[in-house]
């Protein structure tokens, strides 16, 4: 009987091939958005192999990464010293993560589909976590992307819908909200027309 690979044995599997599953260019959601976003200090979630973190990088921010894996993390580095800039690329779990206080003018949540409890965890964080007038910016896929075989998770819990994320960001303002669906075309990963919610939420100002 074969025992199933744990979410952390899957992904450092997938993400130690040469290739970069989900390519080197960044989150297209965030790259049309980057000009109405706060600058300053980034925090990407989940990132992976590293092409959000280091667009950001390459656009000015100071960043930081978390990922489960290591070999997403190594990826994130490789990539970043390719293109001759720095990122805080660390491995951790979501789950016990501590995102601080105050401490980010940016959280970047890209397709990063973890257990509703570990997303809930996380996303009550940023009210605290976020600098005022700071932006959380978050794609994800819907539970109508289940079966497409376009990428994303294999079951529904592990989706988003605008109505969870509402409530799950009731803290911040939702400046930008909509479950859309468009081309999702990012390395081997991501590969055709996908059901995506995104949002744009912000932390209000200190008076």
Not at 11 to 36: C, H, I, K, M
Not at 96 to 109: A, E, I, M, Q, Y
Not at 160 to 171: D, I, N, P
Not at 194 to 205: D, H, L, N, R, W
């Amino acid at each position: 009987m074969t025992v199933p690979l744990t979410p952390r044995e899957l992904w450092e599997q997938r993400f130690a091939a040469d290739e970069y599953v989900y390519g080197t260019e960044p989150n297209a959601f965030l790259a049309a958005s980057l000009a109405r976003l706060p600058r300053g200090r980034a925090l990407c979630l989940a990132e992976g192999e590293g092409r959000n973190a280091v667009h950001l990088a390459e656009a000015g921010y100071e960043v930081a990464s978390i990922d489960l894996t290591h070999a997403g993390v190594a990826k994130t580095r490789r990539l970043a010293a390719e293109r001759g800039v720095e990122v805080d690329a660390r491995v951790g779990d979501l789950a016990s993560f501590d995102l601080g206080t105050d401490r980010w003018d940016l959280v970047v949540s890209s397709f990063a589909h973890v257990p509703p409890v570990v997303r809930r965890r996380v996303h009550a964080q940023l009210p605290v976590a976020l600098r005022p007038g700071g932006a959380l910016l978050l794609e994800a896929y819907t539970p109508a992307q289940i079966g497409r075989g376009t990428g994303g998770p294999p079951v529904p819990e592990l989706t988003m819908t605008l109505v969870t994320l509402r409530e799950e960001l009731s803290g911040l303002d939702l400046v930008h909200a909509e479950e859309l669906e468009r081309p999702v075309l990012e390395g081997t990963g991501h590969t055709g027309v996908g059901a995506v919610v995104q949002v744009i939420a912000t932390k209000p100002p200190s008076h």
